[in-house]
């Protein structure tokens, strides 16, 4: 099965702390994506990456790293920076191409909360 | 500054009637369009997407696009309980760093039986 996968499902975070979120996909996508989603909103850009071993900032970066080592895989890594990380964060990816007609398709998301 | 603005509802409808959804957007640049549905607690999954002017049929789904106007609508016909959801209008455009998507805030539809 083709897709994009995300773990954990749920993660609970002490103050302090740092956590890592995955996200893997088997689509061959170029680019990758991080967003937030806080209840009522919509999401908010985080990190994008178009290729390996590059990645660019989004709208809300601070409090947040990514790394890019392999094209399947782009976990993010929520610092203790971030002051308020209970969230529901998305993964997505897409083709890339040029013109911008791409699709992005996500993961089934993981959802933190801090104790 | 890029926008995609959308009622955020909740916007009730009877089984069967037609529910009309709308969005704007603030960069005549735009070059795709999404729907995304989402429900409650899960992942948004994406329902239509449109590029050109007029509109697009998939099923019961319509898309219609306006970039005159800076519009875009999903229109879906005989609604069924399964369609209450919250949908989010997606906008593409290619920038310096590459893709980016804006989403609305999206839409609360029920449909009542």
């Known amino acids: 099965d083709g897709g994009i996968t995300q773990s954990p499902k749920y993660l609970f975070r002490k103050e302090g702390q740092n956590v890592t979120l995955s996200c893997e996909q088997n689509l061959n996508h170029d680019a990758m994506y991080w967003y937030r989603q806080d209840p009522g909103q919509g999401l908010r850009l985080i990190y994008y990456?178009?290729?390996?071993?590059?990645?660019q900032k989004g709208d809300i970066a601070e409090g947040y790293s990514v790394s890019r080592e392999k094209k399947e895989s782009f976990p993010l890594t929520v610092t203790s920076a971030q002051k308020n990380p209970t969230a529901f964060y998305l993964c997505?990816?897409?083709?890339?191409?040029?013109?911008?007609?791409?699709?992005?398709?996500f993961g089934p998301g993981t959802r933190l909360t801090v104790l | 500054q890029k926008e995609v603005e959308q009622n955020s509802g909740p916007l009730s409808v009877p089984e069967g009637a037609i529910a009309s959804l709308n969005c704007t957007y603030s960069?005549?640049?735009?070059?795709?369009f999404f729907w995304y549905r989402q429900y409650s607690g899960k992942s948004p999954e994406l329902i239509m997407s449109?590029?050109?002017?007029g509109d697009k049929e998939d099923g019961r789904f319509t898309a219609q696009l306006n970039k005159a106007s800076q519009y875009v609508s999903l229109l879906i016909r005989d609604s069924q309980p399964s369609d209450s959801a919250t949908y989010l209008c997606a906008v593409n455009f290619l920038t310096n760093t590459g893709n980016q998507f804006y989403f609305g805030t999206g839409t609360s539809l029920t449909v009542i039986p």
């Open positions: 960069d005549r640049g735009s070059q795709s």
């Open positions: 990456s178009q290729i390996v071993n590059d990645f």
């Open positions: 449109i590029y050109s002017n």
């Open positions: 997505a990816s897409s083709i890339e191409s040029f013109p911008s007609t791409d699709t992005q398709y």
